[in-house]
């Protein structure tokens, strides 16, 4: 016997829960992200952001998942103390 759509036992989907934070720092915004999808859009932003056209802001990945974006004068410090001019 064929069962209607309706009638078929599915698990409720549990709400997405977003443990990513964020930090302001004296120098920075630190990101803390846990989704994939967050962390491949903010590794695309390095490439897009940390180009030798734009001085700043600077986007630095380090650990894995944790994020800082520096702005002004600090922007500059990072970028010179990872040897980009």
């Known amino acids: 016997m064929a069962r209607s759509r309706g009638a078929t036992a ?7 829960v977003s443990r990513s934070t964020v930090r302001v720092e004296e120098n920075c915004l630190e990101l803390d992200v846990a989704s994939a999808r967050e962390i ?21 990945e380090g650990p894995p998942a944790h994020f800082r974006l520096y702005i002004g004068e600090a922007a500059e410090r990072v970028r010179t103390r990872h040897g980009m001019l």
Do not use: F, S
């Open 10 to 16: 599915r698990a409720p989907r549990e709400p997405k």
């Open 40 to 60: 491949n859009v903010l590794r695309r932003w390095l490439k897009r952001v940390n180009g030798p056209a734009y001085p700043q802001p600077y986007l630095v």
